[in-house]
């Protein structure tokens, strides 16, 4: 089976344009979450999904939202970029949410986001 | 809020020997699990080991253990027969039991090469 899939791998975007980070589940996964990964620290927590609902939401701006299809994928949206927003995006799936599952986020390998 | 501190940003190993990369946490949860996760440089975060918290015996991996210390909120990695192959960040994570919002919680992570 597939793993969990990202696109693109590598993104370079100007100040103040806004980019679309994607994420494919594994199949039969219903939950995705996003994190953000700056040079030299852990990823932080941004968004989770589950069955198309957000569920939780990590000390981001609005400039970033997101959304989960029908089918599970998600999209990340980043809006009027800043030079901070320069890092590695991770989506990560999971069967379930929480405490329904005991199955342990898998994650992808990645967008990684550059602002000039 | 759960805050996970990793103290050593840099280690390094011989091949073949052993090698214990420290981990705290702090929650008022009683309910949760722990992870570490390895990034190697291309990227992609994989789960090494998890622990229960409600699970006394120590989590067993192959070469990787751990010493699970509840009380002490201390969640240790133990790297047997340490390989080339081991040469990566790791990442110790918290995450709690409950339905919903379950991000994890990561810590700024632990460079560890390994030394031929």
């Known amino acids: 089976d597939a793993g969990v899939t990202q696109s693109p791998t590598h993104l370079i975007k100007t100040r103040g344009q806004h980019v679309t980070l994607r994420c494919s589940p594994i199949s039969g996964h219903k939950s995705v979450s996003w994190y953000q990964q700056v040079l030299g620290q852990g990823p932080q927590f941004i968004f989770q999904y589950y069955e198309k609902e957000e569920r939780g939401r990590g000390n981001f701006p609005d400039r970033f939202s997101a959304r989960q299809f029908p089918n599970y994928s998600s999209e990340l949206n980043v809006n009027a970029l800043l030079l901070g927003d320069s890092a590695l995006y991770l989506c990560a799936s999971s069967p379930n949410a929480g405490q329904l599952s005991n199955q342990p986020q898998h994650f992808g390998d990645g967008t990684r986001l550059s602002i000039l | 809020a759960q805050t996970v501190t990793q103290s050593q940003p840099e280690m390094s190993v011989q091949e073949a020997e052993t090698v214990t990369l420290s981990c705290t946490y702090d929650t008022s949860e009683n309910n949760y699990y722990l992870f570490w996760y390895k990034q190697p440089p291309s990227r992609q975060m994989i789960l090494v080991i998890r622990?229960?918290?409600?699970?006394?015996q120590n989590a067993t991996e192959n070469r990787f253990s751990v010493n699970f210390q509840k009380a002490a909120k201390s969640f240790s990695l133990k790297i047997s027969d340490s390989q080339l192959g081991d040469t990566a960040m790791y990442f110790c994570?918290?995450?709690?039991?409950?339905?919903?919002?379950?991000?994890?919680?990561f810590g700024k992570g632990t460079r560890l090469s390994v030394i031929a």
């Open positions: 994570a918290f995450m709690k039991i409950r339905s919903g919002n379950t991000p994890l919680v």
């Open positions: 622990q229960e918290a409600y699970k006394q």
